[in-house]
Every structure is written in C-alpha cells, then in structure tokens.
C-alpha cells in the first residue's frame, strides 16, 4: 500500500487531454514539493516535473503539474502514443519517520 | 552530461547481503545527495535512502535496519548494502542523482526530486 494515492490506470486517444491525480496528506504532499516520473516499459524513470510544477529543460510543455492541497495533478495534452508509459508522482514526507514516498503509479494507455 | 553507471551481483541466496555500486562520470559529486530506489517485478518504486558527499544518510524506515548506504569520494561512487535479504528484496535497483532541500516561508517546505538515473540492476533472491 504506497503512501501517495494514483489510479492504476487512465487512457486516452490520440491527441486528448489526461490527468493523473496524487492524493496524500499534510506531512507530504501538503507541506512539501511534488515531482512526476515518467517510466516507458524496461526503462528507468525520467523526471518529467518537479517543484509541483517546473520541467526540466526537454520537457515538452505538454506535460504540466499542478498542486492544491493534500493533491497533486500531472496533465498531459496532445497525446501521443509514446506517451504510453507508467507515471509516479514523489515527495518527501516530513512524519517522525521521515523520508520519500512515491505513488503506486499510474498506467497510461493511448488507444 | 551526467551518467550514472551501477553494478553489483545480481543473483543471491537468502540471508546473503546485496552489493551495489554506483558511480558517477561528468559532473560534480559533491553538492548533491545520491539515492538508491528499487521496484519489484510488475510493482511501483521504494526509495531506499540516500548519501551526500559528506556521508550524511537518511533510510527508509521500512529497511533502516538492514541497510547501509556508503561514499568513496575519491572514485566519486555510492554503494548500497542490503543484508538478509529474502526473496521480497528482488527486484530492480536504480541509483540516482538527487535535489533535496528546504524552502522556508510560514513552515519549512521540502523540495525532493531525482533528475539522472542509472539503468538499473536487476537483483533476485532465490535459494
């Protein structure tokens, strides 16, 4: 059981809009930063967000983030079929036993 | 750029204790904290803990106690220890390069995200 909340899976057609949300609580999510990862299949992760909403340089902006609250949200325009893949959302979580947590991921189809 | 290449023995017996290093190639070592996140076959992923170049540690609560995360300096490599494992430690094995700060403002705001990545090393347990 992860300590960030993701829906197994979303998908969407071609050039359509998703959203993968992240639920958490105050000790993560609500008083700390959020990144996302995109993880294409036998692939390592790649920082696709960080700082709740800031990409690195080669991230297209179709991909944006977003936080309010205890949730995060990753947004994903104009869909390609490249962009099937798993995406994790991660903080830091500041309870006693402090330390990152990530969500269990999310699937993503492009149908 | 920045590469991160690991390795280490990637099959063990239980009760054995795994050994993984990481070292890092084009870029400043110091500066940074260095983690180590693993993802079992078809699960999501478990940050194991993290080192900075002065050997400041923090570990994941769930496997602190079997776990010693170590830095060489001089070859600019991490490694990662797991002792005991058992067959719920397979599972692939990233390292990773890391931004960790704080940010104050009315409380103190945690800043975490790791933006290089090795390939990973595919660790199995089994007797």
């Known amino acids: 059981q992860s300590v960030l909340t993701q829906p197994p899976s979303v998908s969407a057609a071609p050039g359509q809009k998703v959203t993968i949300s992240c639920s958490g609580s105050?000790?993560?999510?609500?008083?700390?930063?959020v990144s996302w990862y995109q993880q294409l299949p036998g692939t390592a992760p790649k920082l696709l967000i960080y700082?709740?909403?800031k990409r690195p340089s080669g991230i297209p902006d179709r991909f944006s983030g977003s936080k309010s609250g205890t949730s995060a949200t990753l947004g994903i325009t104009g869909l390609q079929t490249g962009d099937e893949a798993d995406y994790y959302c991660?903080?830091?979580?500041?309870?006693?036993?402090?330390?990152?947590?990530f969500g269990g991921g999310t699937k993503l189809t492009v149908l | 750029q920045v590469q991160l290449q690991q390795w280490g023995a990637g099959l063990l017996k239980p009760s054995e204790t795994l050994s993984l290093t990481c070292a890092v190639y084009g870029g400043s070592f110091s500066g940074y904290y260095w983690s180590w996140i693993r993802q079992p076959p078809g699960k999501g992923l478990e940050w194991i803990g993290e080192?900075?170049?002065?050997?400041?540690?923090n570990y994941n609560p769930s496997l602190k106690s079997r776990v010693t995360i170590s830095v060489d300096t001089s070859k600019n490599q991490f490694s990662l220890k797991l002792s005991s494992v058992t067959a719920a430690d397979t599972a692939v094995y990233y390292c990773?390069?890391?931004?960790?700060?704080?940010?104050?403002?009315?409380?103190?705001?945690?800043?975490?995200?790791?933006?290089?990545w090795g390939k990973g090393t595919t660790v199995t347990v089994s007797s």
């Open positions: 990773a390069r890391v931004y960790f700060g704080v940010v104050k403002g009315p409380g103190y705001y945690y800043y975490y995200y790791m933006d290089v």
């Open positions: 991660g903080t830091w979580d500041s309870s006693l036993s402090a330390h990152v947590v």
């Open positions: 105050s000790s993560n999510i609500g008083n700390n930063y």
């Open positions: 700082d709740n909403n």
């Open positions: 080192i900075n170049h002065s050997g400041s540690t």
